[in-house]
């Protein structure tokens, strides 16, 4: 590994070890679970099936999955949020399968391994989105799926949360200016993936998705053509050829 990128990874690390960020903690309620019911619909997640989720951070979305009977394995830079992980999953905690790695990095017993890869706001964390997305479409099974809800960088809220939240900046969403179909979509095409889509959805913040009379609204002005380009939440979403 290059010093450049040893010292990308000790910034990634620290960016999220040195901070409890309450994004990175369990959290539920309608917002949470929506982004895990839109990941499992969209690919068609099934008990039984191998399935990794990267950059798991400290189990926001593993646990819900889990709970939800699909059989999940977590993987992330840093291990200090992988034991905080353990310690906040409570009786899960002994038998979570957790796994600390750089994506960047080729992993070469892991081609192939897995019924579908699946990460949350995880890619636009990285510095090589297309060295990470090209290891990890050799990761499926011939036929297995691809998955990453990732924030659209063409909401202006998500810049706000950036420039007022303690804690973030650019340098840490380092790419979520990349995050968009012609960069995601394309290099998962160039590494071999087919069936490429983008499926967007969401609409309210947490304090107001997680309320119940909400959930209508946000569906209805979902549906609005007009704005969809805008709406806050991407799905990236691929298949390997079988």
């Not at 950036?162 to 012609?182: C, F, H, N, Q, V």
Request: charged share 25%; hydrophobic share 40%; proline share 8%.
């Amino acid at each position: 590994m290059s010093e450049e990128r040893r010292e990308l990874a000790r910034f990634q690390r620290e960016y999220f070890e040195n901070r409890d960020k309450a994004t990175m903690r369990r959290a539920p309620g309608p917002y949470v679970l929506r982004h895990v019911e839109e990941m499992e619909c969209a690919l068609a997640l099934k008990p039984g099936e191998g399935i990794l989720e990267v950059g798991c951070g400290q189990g926001r979305y593993l646990i819900p999955l889990i709970e939800r009977g699909l059989d999940v394995e977590g993987f992330d830079l840093s291990s200090v949020l992988l034991e905080r992980l353990r310690k906040s999953a409570g009786d899960l905690g002994p038998g979570l399968r957790l796994v600390s790695g750089d994506l960047v990095e080729p992993c070469p017993e892991r081609e192939g391994a897995y019924d579908a890869v699946i990460g949350f706001f995880v890619l636009h964390h990285l510095h090589d989105v297309p060295a990470c997305l090209r290891n990890l479409a050799r990761w499926v099974k011939p036929g297995g799926r691809v998955g990453f809800l990732e924030p659209n960088p063409m909401n202006p809220l998500f810049h706000v949360q950036i420039l007022l939240t303690p804690g973030m900046s650019y340098r840490g969403e380092r790419s979520i200016m990349k995050m968009k179909a012609e960069v995601v979509l394309g290099t998962l095409a160039e590494s071999g993936m087919v069936g490429t889509r983008l499926e967007r959805f969401g609409f309210f913040p947490p304090f107001l998705a997680n309320r119940t009379p909400m959930k209508s609204i946000e569906r209805a002005l979902e549906a609005f053509s007009p704005w969809r380009g805008l709406l806050p939440f991407q799905l990236f979403l691929a298949e390997r050829p079988k």
